[in-house]
């Protein structure tokens, strides 16, 4: 069993940045692929970006490309979402995803079997 608790939401204007991690409770984080979804009420979930266990492929929903950037630190048993020049269309709330199937890359949402409680991201315009 693996936990997941994200933390670093909040409100923030157009324009600027805010850094989400999501710490994990296991003893093998590095076997775990990372990721993060988004969710805005009534729409589906989300694909936003993946990480492969050893942190050196990553890959992004075309919508967050060239602004948010996914890293993790295995030490600390931690995985991040830098998010850069947010716009209000980034406004959800975003859930840390782990899995061992070694498809970081995956969009669906079923793929990913562990789910972190989500926190949210609202940018004012």
């Known amino acids: 069993q693996v936990q997941l608790v994200e933390s670093g939401g909040g409100l923030v204007q157009a324009g600027d940045s805010l850094r989400l991690s999501c710490a994990a409770s296991?003893?093998?984080?590095?076997?775990?692929?990372m990721g993060w979804f988004r969710q805005a009420p009534a729409k589906e979930r989300e694909f936003v970006a993946g990480i492969s266990r050893t942190g050196g492929s990553t890959y992004y929903a075309d919508s967050v490309k060239g602004r948010f950037t996914i890293s993790r630190d295995n030490a600390k048993n931690t995985a991040y979402l830098q998010m850069n020049s947010l716009k209000p269309e980034d406004t959800d709330v975003y859930f840390c995803?782990?899995?061992?199937?070694?498809?970081?890359?995956?969009?669906?949402?079923?793929?990913?079997?562990?789910w972190g409680q989500g926190t949210q991201v609202t940018v004012s315009s």
């Open positions: 296991t003893r093998s984080f590095s076997s775990y692929d």
């Open positions: 995803v782990a899995d061992t199937s070694g498809a970081y890359y995956t969009l669906r949402p079923g793929n990913w079997y562990y």
